[in-house]
Antibody, heavy 119, light 107 residues
Framework: QVHLVQSESELKKPGASVNIACKPS????????INWMRQAPGQGPEWMGW????????TYAQGFTGRFVFSLDTSVTTAYLHITSLKAEDTAVYYC????????????WGQGTLVTVSS | EIVMTQSPATLSVSPGERATLSCRAS??????LAWYQQKPGQAPRLLIY???TRATGIPARFSGSGSGTEFTLTISSLQSEDFAVYYC?????????FGQGTKLEIK
């Protein structure tokens, strides 16, 4: 069956960077795009963008350009979210999710990675 | 960006009763609407896509309807495991925006 397994929670200081891994299993990695969402405490999810797992081409939502980078390592069939210059307002749970038909909805989600930014 | 507005923010319903949740889009999204259920400490779970198609493994008591700007999620007979937060999400335009959620609580 399909699973997306994310890396563990992180505690970072302001200005630091973080790398979140997302490893899908149960299907061919390059078949479906990986999307990233952020969910701040008590809020709904916020779509950050997606990466084409065939070409490695990322697309970022407005507000997630510059400090946020989506990437792939196809040798280990893993997607990554890299965030630099962390701020307190980046504190949130970050999710990866699969878009099964490039239709803009998400059928399988990772378990989430909590990133806490605090001095 | 398309703004998704859900109502009510909190809905109190007794087990066995019907729950009706609403979602409004700031502009037409045709049938490009999905619903998710989220329980504390868990990732969202896809319930409905294309406004009315149940995702794999979703019980028939969950149904979705609507098109354009007005959508409804109906849970016909609430089970204990259905008490959670529900989000709608539009799938048509980038960014794919979510509503702020409806918390379904036990009355």
């Amino acid at each position: 069956q399909v699973h997306l397994v994310q890396s563990e929670s992180e505690l970072k200081k302001p200005g630091a960077s973080v790398n979140i891994a997302c490893k899908p299993s149960g299907y061919t990695f390059s078949t479906y795009a990986i999307n990233w969402m952020r969910q701040a405490p008590g809020q709904g999810p916020e779509w950050m963008g997606w990466i084409d797992t065939n070409t490695g081409t990322p697309t970022y939502a407005q507000g997630f350009t510059g400090r946020f980078v989506f990437s792939l390592d196809t040798s280990v069939t893993t997607a990554y979210l890299h965030i630099t210059s962390l701020k307190a307002e980046d504190t949130a749970v970050y999710y990866c999710a699969r878009d099964p038909k490039s239709a803009g909805y998400f059928d399988y989600w990772g378990q989430g990675t909590l990133v806490t930014v605090s001095s | 960006e398309i703004v998704m507005t859900q109502s009510p923010a909190t809905l109190s319903v007794s087990p066995g009763e019907r729950a009706t949740l609403s979602c409004r889009a700031s502009q037409s999204v045709s049938s490009g609407l999905a619903w998710y259920q989220q329980k504390p400490g868990q990732a969202p779970r896809l319930l409905i896509y294309d406004s009315s198609t149940r995702a794999t493994g979703i019980p028939a008591r969950f149904s979705g309807s609507g098109s354009g700007t007005e959508f409804t999620l109906t849970i016909s007979s609430l089970q204990s495991e259905d008490f959670a937060v529900y989000y709608c999400q539009q799938c048509i335009n980038w960014p794919h925006t979510f509503g702020q959620g409806t918390k379904l609580e036990i009355k």
